[in-house]
């Protein structure tokens, strides 16, 4: 029982780790490369814009997909791995 | 065959098979009427869900805010995209392997409170309330338009038509139609979007002719744009925006609003498995992407379309701007679609400077230089998806699968609120919490009073829309965002939350987002009664009312944590609750109680 317990313990914190990594990534394409870092992105042209641009109506959506993807990916293994899953 | 004839046969066409649809998926139990039985495949879930969540306003609105509004409003674009991951990671598995009916079903019971379910309730009718106003007037325009009717009728042969399929079929009949109407919708967006991307950049692929050459002038689209709408004192397409906390504020509250929207979580009970729902997550969102990606061409391609269709000089190498903007074309050689849409009112001109031709730029640029005495055209952003195929020439069955796919996008939405007003109604209200000893019989016979009831109170809101049922983006998605999505996320990611720190946050999030709201838009928005005119002066820190879900849900966390940790933990059974969710293991089915 206390090994079962430990266990879960442990599949939820890797997990929460997961889905932190998963969430700067979601912040980073979103509010930081499409909104706050525009400017800093200006410089690299994109299809007569810029990165910044493309970000915002292109790439966040993108990479969007990806990560829900790789998180319900990982999960599964996570579930395997812990013997958690239905 | 005229327009009309196609354009009726291709409604008439889809109608039959939702109607189809409804007789052979018909609910025989509760668990059929709330969650589908539970036993949808998660690429069917996914599709379904891009249904339910493309609204009249994604399909007709979203095209039209990108090309008036361009870069600044991206944020639709990553508010109601990036919802899906936070929805995907922090909500739709756990609350899937709680395994209940309702949203306010996992607050009431988490929280061991009816009152925070009470909470919950109220909330889930105000915002799915005020999306459903929008889906039925979306509906009676789309109508209206193309066949011919007026607004009234158009509104209640929607009222019919979900009437049929949602009251039999309840979540297994409308799942099934929203696949059906996700198909349309999506064939009726991208069909004219790829031939005008052809046209334009000879790249059929609306997402990269974007971003290609514009063939008439040699230079890139996203430039051309640029180059014409400022020499019309407009703002460049791509211009950057000075009030970036605002915009990131914005973004948010529409991500954490769409996380929250009761009728898109609802879609997640319906999977069998706890990782079908992580999966069919990622599914909606690629059916979502597909017009989501899409639309941002058809914005600015219509936008650069519309300027050339005005101003015919500028749409080829232009040395000298200011000279081509001198000859816009003469009113009495305007194109056939022009005229069709004024006959609507949505294309007005008024012949300021009575010399016969179409002056259409920025009123606040002067350019009395030019002979200009004011702006002469206005031009209703939401003509510019329906309009497209017209302004493209392409034939008539195109418009006709338009009308189709806009009464689809309108519908589908609409049955996905009015299942989740129903179920709050008859679920939580009548069965958990005035009269738990009511049979499955009875239960679902309350199932369908309640959806014909929500039914009729749509159409009614429809046809003499209320002050507030414009504000759907700052309604709707403030209280999902500020009030449903904190006290869900707390629920299952601290397992020390209790029921006096989710009441105390939910009701602080709640009223803080609704006293913002009504400060600058109007005390239950009854025009003239605003505090505060609502500009950009006057918001604290230059946070529009639109963007304060995002703050709303801060201070219902503070509150939450705040009141939680000095009052007692939840029982021992409670806590045991939350450990159970977020473990995949021993899920089954959605039972009821």
Not at chain 2, 512 to 526: A, E
Request: proline content about 4%.
């Amino acid at each position: 029982m206390a090994d079962d317990k430990s266990n879960a313990a442990e599949y939820w914190k890797a997990n929460v780790r997961l889905i932190f990594g998963c969430l700067i990534v979601w912040a980073f394409v979103s509010y930081g490369c499409a909104i706050l870092f525009r400017p800093l992105l200006a410089g690299i042209p994109v299809g007569g814009t810029d990165l910044g641009f493309w970000f915002a109506q292109q790439g966040s959506i993108l990479t969007f997909i990806v990560l829900i993807f790789f998180y319900a990916w990982r999960m599964n293994k996570l579930d395997k791995k812990y013997g958690l899953e239905e | 065959m005229s327009q009309f004839a196609i354009n009726l046969l291709f409604v008439g066409a889809s109608f039959a098979l939702y109607i189809g649809i409804a007789i052979w998926a018909r609910a025989g139990s509760t668990k059929d009427f709330y969650v589908a039985g539970g036993g949808v495949h998660p690429i069917t879930n996914g599709m379904a869900t891009a249904a339910d969540w493309m609204s009249a306003a994604s399909f007709i609105s979203m095209a039209g805010l990108l090309a008036s509004g361009g870069y600044a409003n991206s944020t639709f674009l990553m508010g109601w995209t990036g919802g899906y991951v936070i929805l995907a990671m922090l909500l739709a598995p756990y609350l899937r392997k709680f395994g209940k009916f309702t949203v306010p079903d996992f607050i009431g019971d988490r929280f061991y409170s009816n009152t925070a379910r009470f909470v919950a309730i109220v909330c889930l009718i105000i915002a799915s309330v005020t999306y459903v106003i929008g889906q039925m007037t979306g509906a009676g325009v789309a109508f209206s338009r193309f066949l011919e009717v007026s607004n009234t009728w158009g509104i209640w042969l929607a009222a019919l038509i979900v009437f049929l399929y949602a009251v039999f079929g309840g979540m297994k009949g409308i799942t099934y139609t929203q696949v059906a109407q996700y198909i349309v919708l999506i064939v009726a967006y991208t069909i004219p979007a790829v031939f005008i991307a052809f046209q334009l950049t000879g790249n059929p692929i609306p997402m990269f002719g974007m971003f290609s050459t514009h063939t008439e002038s040699g230079i890139p689209l996203l430039q051309k744009l640029d180059d014409v709408v400022s020499a019309l004192g407009f703002q460049d397409y791509t211009a950057d925006v000075d009030n970036k906390l605002n915009m990131v504020l914005f973004t948010l509250s529409l991500m954490v609003g769409t996380a929250g929207l009761p009728h898109v979580i609802i879609r997640f009970f319906t999977v069998p498995k706890v990782a079908d729902a992580r999966w069919s997550a990622g599914w909606a969102l690629v059916f979502i992407a597909l017009l989501y990606l899409t639309a941002p061409a058809v914005g600015s391609m219509a936008r650069l379309n519309l300027m050339t269709t005005v101003y015919p000089e500028m749409a080829g190498q232009v040395e000298n701007y200011d000279e081509a903007a001198q000859n816009p074309i003469l009113y009495e050689e305007r194109p056939e679609w022009f005229r069709t849409w004024e006959d609507t009112g949505l294309i007005t001109f008024n012949d300021v400077n009575n010399d016969g031709r179409i002056q259409f730029y920025n009123d606040a640029t002067d350019y009395t230089d030019r002979g200009w005495e004011g702006n002469e055209l206005t031009v209703n952003n939401d003509i510019l998806v329906l309009a497209n195929p017209e302004i493209a020439n392409l034939p008539g069955w195109v418009i006709g699968l338009i009308a189709a796919g806009g009464i689809a996008a309108a519908l589908s939405t609409a049955a996905g609120l009015l299942l989740a007003i129903s179920s709050a109604i008859s679920h939580d209200l009548i069965k958990t919490m005035i009269n738990p000893k009511i049979s499955e019989k009875g239960e679902m016979l309350a199932a369908r009073i309640s959806m014909g009831g929500a039914i009729l109170l749509a159409t009614y809101l429809g046809l003499n829309p209320p002050g507030f049922a414009a504000q759907t983006v700052a309604l709707a998605f403030g209280i999902a965002g500020a009030s449903l999505f904190p006290a869900l996320m707390m629920g299952i990611f601290s397992t020390r939350m209790n029921n006096m720190g989710a009441i105390a946050g939910m009701l602080a999030g709640l009223i803080c987002t609704l006293l913002y709201i009504f400060t600058y838009l109007g005390w239950f928005f009854i025009p003239g009664t605003n505090t505060l005119a609502n500009t950009p002066d006057n918001w604290i820190l230059g946070i529009s009312p639109l963007s304060f879900g995002a703050v709303g849900a801060m201070i219902n966390f503070a509150v939450a944590f705040a009141v939680s940790s000095v009052t007692a933990a939840p029982p021992r059974e409670i806590q045991e609750l939350v450990e159970s969710v977020r473990y995949p293991k021993g899920a089954g089915a959605a039972v009821d109680h």
